[in-house]
């Protein structure tokens, strides 16, 4: 009996101990439980702690418990301005030559037309009409240009030139008269005349007594120069020419210069002794223009 109760209180107090065991074990993991609930509490408080303080600063609160969302106005796009398409027309003017050329056809076109159709009134009286038209442009024209003389007697070419008859004979004395002058001025600088010919030569013979008279009336030294070996007697002095002087074309008078051995031509093919007087003057002015 004994051992029955020792081998009873035995089992008793293992039994007590497997459940003290136990019950040390399950408050252990209770509390162990109980403190990771804590510390994730406090970690959430935390955050919610932070979340809270950062809305705050960010914009208050209204009155109720939450805010709502912003609405987001996203400013519009402004649309780029692109300059209207225009298209220019530009309207060219004609040139005055252009203007003329274009009446000048209009006025040639209506005259054929007219010809043409003779018997037709309408068209014949368009012509007349036109005609006139032209009359009285052409009219307004001289009279601006004598107006246009007057204000600038330099533009007149009657100043110097006169076209009366009873004016013509004075002027034509006074032209003579430079021309004369301008022989002289180079016969005395030492400028004299050759006459190149052919003495068998029709047009040759007939001008060599008229160089001749001209040397001799006004003082200028004479020497001709044959080119086929034919003298001539209407020239005083005559040489062969020895191919020492060539020319394109006979007769041929040529101004010479034996100090300077200039050379200039004055005149090809028979001239006269007046326009001879004026070749002269033409080279004693360098061609200096007699408007």
């Not at 252009?98 to 068209?123: C, G, H, M, W």
């Not at 086929?228 to 210069?257: E, K």
């Not at 100090?259 to 033409?282: H, V």
Request: aromatic share 10%; proline share 5%; glycine share 4%.
């Amino acid at each position: 009996m004994s051992v029955g109760l020792f081998t009873l209180s035995l089992a008793h107090y293992r039994a007590s101990k497997t459940c003290a065991v136990r019950g040390v074990t399950y408050s252990f993991m209770v509390v162990a439980t109980a403190v990771v609930i804590a510390v994730v509490m406090a970690v959430v408080m935390v955050m919610l702690s932070s979340l809270t303080r950062a809305a705050y600063a960010s914009d208050a609160a209204g009155w109720r418990w939450y805010n709502e969302p912003k609405t987001v106005i996203t400013p519009p796009k402004q649309q780029e301005l692109t300059a209207p398409s225009v298209t220019v027309t530009r309207t060219r003017t004609l040139s005055p030559t252009e203007q003329l050329r274009s009446f000048k056809r209009y006025f040639d076109d209506t005259l054929n037309d007219a010809v043409i159709n003779p018997t037709n009134a309408n068209k014949v009286e368009k012509s007349m009409r036109l005609n006139q038209y032209v009359a009285e442009q052409s009219s307004l024209y001289g009279m601006t240009f004598k107006k246009v003389l007057l204000a600038n007697p330099a533009l007149s070419y009657t100043k110097n030139h006169p076209t009366e008859q009873a004016a013509r004979r004075p002027y034509l004395l006074l032209q003579r008269s430079q021309k004369v002058r301008a022989v002289r001025r180079l016969a005395q600088a030492g400028w004299g005349l050759f006459f190149v010919y052919k003495g068998r030569e029709a047009i040759d013979k007939a001008l060599a007594p008229s160089v001749q008279q001209f040397a001799d009336q006004h003082g200028i030294d004479l020497l001709g120069v044959t080119l086929d070996g034919q003298a001539l007697d209407s020239i005083h002095h005559t040489r062969q020419n020895q191919q020492h002087l060539a020319v394109p074309f006979s007769p041929a008078l040529v101004l010479v210069n034996p100090g300077t051995g200039e050379m200039k031509p004055l005149a090809y093919g028979f001239i006269s002794q007046a326009d001879l007087l004026g070749r002269f003057l033409n080279v004693a002015t360098d061609f200096a223009p007699d408007f």
